[in-house]
């Protein structure tokens, strides 16, 4: 147990709609990492936070939008949703904002569109 | 730009054999280098990770990596394949670059253990 937790575990909506995933990092941990994986595009960064500020975006499309609140949970939001957003989504945490520290991962939300 | 390229996406070796997963990394400036494992249904774990203190390192499970400059590889052996490590394996670049870092994933390599 990486002591992240993500919630839904699954996501089953329509193109057109929006849904938000839920991160809780580690105990201590001030970092939030969110990824997409995909089968065709593989694990892909999206954004970063550390202690409720942005700190990096990666290839993260308009539609998606993220936060991390005062109690450092994160949610990531995804709207006008498409067939093509039907991925694995993660969430990592960490203790620090550099990438050199190890990322502790959650089991995922897997988001079906149809 | 960094970058890191997984040879193989689909390595099968026999229970007891060696295990060695490759992987080259491209980065201008002195990387971290990271390798993880995904077991079905789970998230990404870290198995060791390269931070320019010593050149071999050793993770858990029994795995180790070898950071090698001149061939710009960091690739994964287990001199013992055990039925349990079968799952997805992922080699990560990382470069410090204040203000703009990011992990970069390569593709996965799945590890099949042939009983």
């Known amino acids: 147990d990486s002591g992240v937790t993500q919630t839904p575990k699954h996501l089953i909506t329509a193109t057109g709609q929006r849904v938000t995933l839920r991160c809780s990092p580690r105990?201590?941990?001030?970092?939030v990492y969110w990824y997409q994986q995909s089968l065709d595009q593989g694990l892909q960064f999206l954004i970063h936070y550390y202690n409720g500020e942005e700190r990096a975006k990666g290839n993260i499309l308009e539609r998606f939008s993220a936060q991390q609140f005062p109690d450092l949970h994160s949610e990531l939001n995804l709207s006008s949703l498409e067939l093509g957003d039907s991925a694995l989504y993660f969430c990592a945490s960490s203790v620090r904002d550099r990438f050199n520290s190890p990322l502790h991962f959650g089991n995922g939300t897997r988001l079906t569109v149809t | 730009a960094q970058s890191v390229t997984q040879l193989g996406s689909h390595v099968s070796v026999s229970e007891g054999a060696l295990v060695l997963l490759r992987c080259n990394y491209s980065?201008?400036?002195?990387?971290?280098l990271f390798w993880y494992v995904q077991y079905p249904n789970q998230g990404l774990q870290l198995l060791l990770k390269?931070?320019?203190?010593?050149?071999l390192v050793k993770g858990i499970n029994g795995f180790e990596a070898e950071f090698k400059k001149s061939e710009t590889s960091f690739h994964l052996t287990k001199p013992s394949a055990h039925m349990s490590d079968a799952a997805e394996y992922f080699c990560?670049?990382?470069?410090?670059?204040?203000?703009?870092?990011?992990?970069?994933f390569g593709t996965g390599t799945r590890l099949t253990i042939i009983p």
């Open positions: 390269y931070t320019s203190a010593a050149t």
């Open positions: 990560a670049v990382s470069v410090s670059n204040f203000g703009n870092e990011k992990l970069t």
């Open positions: 105990s201590g941990d001030l970092s």
């Open positions: 980065s201008s400036v002195p990387p971290y």
